[in-house]
């Protein structure tokens, strides 16, 4: 369904001032709250804020001309490409040069991956993902998480006009003709009921997920919806445009008020909501209902008024550029902090000045080139180009990012070749894996792991008929020898069974795969080895660790530990990454036993010499007498601070780990 043809070029309507110095105090809100969470904790409200003015303006724009004639929706669609995408693909395209320059490389794969769906717009699911995803919930910061945001703004402008379409479908059902009055009156009823729905189940289903799920209440677009739908209701009775009808005196006092009280809920909001109160939940319905009072209360006109702001022209010129402010600030924060660490009060106000100078030279180069500009009006299809044409470079550029880097994961196995952990380091040659692959070089290890919480399952590997049976349990740390055991298994060694979960290493196996029957099942599996090893910084007690060991031996199971791996330091870690891929500087990065081993100490081994069940330690070969180093004959060791050892370093274990095997077999 469409209107009348638009101008050739899109007139630029007057902003209220009022909406502007709201979004002037949501993108300052959000700004100061990332630059000092420690003093305004709850300024992350000002994207509840934006959520409530975009389903305002939205709103008002299609609710009239839906009622009347229809909605064009691939019209509305273009409009809102060509507003948000140009400058979004500019500021990701940067955003990756910058990473790439000045990040450490063992971020670029996940600021990639990141880049990608910030630019399909589906950053917060990634995010929702990712804060259940057992190997990346404590991943650093991203420089594109802030498009988490973004993100539900744009899926709701691609639903949002297809309720109106479907209200006016329903409204035509009764017989009316489009543009007909009787049609209109029941388009508009039906529209403001569906919206009623939309606030009332998401924000049911806000309360009960921020209780049970906060990570995914936090950044999903269901649990967001009811924001927009109370901006969207508000545009039933409240004109989004400026009123220049005056104010009866009475009507004035009301209108003040409101606003007074809308920018208090705001601001207080932004002061009084404690770190780490759950959010959304109903307390989002106090800044919401703050903006809303606000778009409500308008301009009043009063000298008294908050709005008055609306008056100074730097307030309104930050609302105007509040979207690029927006865009920028964030990776500076990411990208500055990673070079140089933790930003000086002096480098904070640098961040602030930044992201404004580049929202303001972007508005003028970029933003209101293609939102306003003739060639990208008309016809008005013209207006899906530069969008599409900014996914796709960051896209391209992106992906081929994570292909190189992807290719760079395992090369040593790639060849065919087992590096040598006990050779000297090669000046000449590459680390393996790259520094920059090393976080995604867990290529096997993790195929049977309940990486989300959901469901862990078993896997087998090798001949169902082999000679020797061996069975795997334990958390990650006993996961990521799976490729090791894996190759041995279906190279006819042995048969594999794997029993691996989070947190399992503690009494009750309900972590593990197999559950609570995992005792049973080991016993009926009649197997000449058992392998058992869990993390030393797991937040399981180190009695559970000992109750779960003495289960298997209690069922005269053939138990053998594996001794974990040493601790890495944040240091050490950061220290590979400046080495910027020499093999000399790596070597270097090493860290004390003291810190490696004492500090935090090994549960699995203590509780397993306890119980008098045999160790395999893999100690003597990950650590020298005076420390533990990073790196050993070119081979990068660890995949991230929770000391999972990279997939090239277990299979340069493997021969160790077979010759151990065998000779618990033959004990």
């Known amino acids: 369904m ?54 305002f303006l939205i709103t008002s724009h299609l609710l009239p001309t839906a009622v009347r004639s229809g909605v064009h929706v691939g019209r509305f669609w273009a409009r809102r490409a060509r507003r948000l995408l140009p400058l979004a693909g500019v500021v990701l395209l940067a955003t990756i040069g910058a990473a790439l320059l000045w990040m450490p490389a063992s971020t ?10 910030a630019a399909l717009y589906g950053q917060n699911w990634l995010l929702i993902h ?86 995914f209440a936090y950044f999903a677009t269901t649990t967001r919806a009811w924001e927009f739908a109370a901006g969207a209701l508000l545009a039933f009775g409240v004109s989004s445009r400026i009123d220049v009808a005056p104010l009866t005196r009475r009507a004035t006092i009301l209108r003040t008020s409101g606003a007074w009280a809308g920018f208090l809920t705001i601001v207080g909001s932004m002061l009084l909501i404690p770190d780490g109160a759950p959010f959304p939940g109903w307390i989002a319905a106090i800044p ?172 087998s590997y090798g001949p169902e008929d082999a000679a020797v049976r061996i069975a795997l349990t334990g958390d990650s740390h006993a996961a990521m020898y799976i490729p090791a055991l894996r190759d041995a298994a279906e190279a006819g060694a042995w048969r594999l069974d794997t029993f691996v979960g989070v947190s399992c290493d503690g009494a009750g196996f309900y972590a593990c795969a197999g559950g609570s029957e995992v005792p049973d099942l080991l016993e009926a599996g009649g197997y000449d080895l058992i392998l058992a090893t869990g993390y030393r910084g797991s937040t399981t007690p180190a009695d559970d660790v000992a109750a779960f060991y003495r289960v298997l031996v209690e ?39 003291t810190e490696a081993l004492d500090e935090v100490p090994d549960r699995a081994a203590a509780a397993a010499r306890e119980l008098a069940i045999p160790v395999i330690d893999p100690i003597p070969v990950l650590c020298t007498p005076t420390g533990c180093p990073q790196v050993l004959g070119n081979v990068v060791l660890y995949q991230d601070l929770n000391a999972h050892l990279t997939r090239t370093a277990v299979m340069a274990l493997e021969p160790w780990l077979e010759q151990h095997i065998a000779a618990n077999l033959t004990a």
């Open 2 to 55: 469409s209107s009348t043809r638009e101008p050739a070029r899109t007139a630029r309507t007057p902003s209220r001032p009022d909406i502007q110095v709201l979004r002037a105090l949501a993108v300052g809100g959000v700004l100061l709250y990332h630059l000092w969470p420690e003093r305004i904790a709850g300024g992350y409200v000002g994207v509840d804020v934006f959520f409530v003015v975009s389903g």
């Open 555 to 593: 069922h005269d199971l053939p138990v053998v530990v594996i001794a974990d791996v040493p601790r890495v330091t944040d240091a050490a870690y950061r220290c590979i990454d400046d080495s910027r891929g020499d093999p000399v500087r790596a070597a270097d990065c090493i860290v004390s036993r």
């Open 130 to 215: 990712d804060s259940v995803d057992y190997l990346t919930r404590d991943a650093a910061p991203s420089p594109t998480q802030h498009f988490w945001s973004l993100s539900v703004e744009e899926q709701f402008y691609i639903v949002w006009p297809l309720l109106f379409v479907v209200a006016i479908w329903l409204a035509g059902r009764s017989g009316h003709q489009l543009g007909t009055t009787g049609h209109a009156s029941r388009a508009r009823r039906f529209s403001f009921a569906a919206i009623v729905l939309v606030l009332v189940g998401s924000f049911a289903a806000s309360v009960v997920q921020t209780a049970g799920d906060p990570g």
């Open 108 to 117: 670029w794969i996940p600021t990639l991956r990141n880049a990608v769906a």
């Open 288 to 459: 919401v209902l703050g903006t809303v009072l606000c778009l409500a209360a308008g301009d009043p006109g009063h000298p008294f008024s908050p709005t008055v702001l609306g008056r100074i022209r730097p307030v309104t010129y930050l609302g105007d550029i509040s979207y690029g402010v927006y865009l920028w600030h964030w990776p500076l924060i990411i990208v500055l902090a990673s070079a140089v660490g933790p930003l000086t009060t002096g480098m904070k106000v640098a961040v602030i000045g930044g992201a404004i100078l580049l929202a303001a030279i972007s508005k003028v180069l970029v933003e209101d080139p293609f939102r306003f500009g003739t060639l990208w009006t008309t016809p008005w299809w013209r207006g899906f180009a530069p969008a599409a044409t900014s996914i796709a470079l960051v896209v391209a550029v992106a992906g081929s990012g994570l292909w190189i880097l992807g290719n760079q994961s395992e090369p040593a196995s790639a060849q065919g070749e087992i590096p040598d952990l006990e050779a000297p380091v090669a000046p000449l040659e590459p680390l393996v894996p790259s520094i920059g692959a090393r976080v995604d070089d867990k290529a096997g290890m993790y195929d049977c792991f309940d990486l989300t919480h959901e469901a862990a399952h078993r896997c």
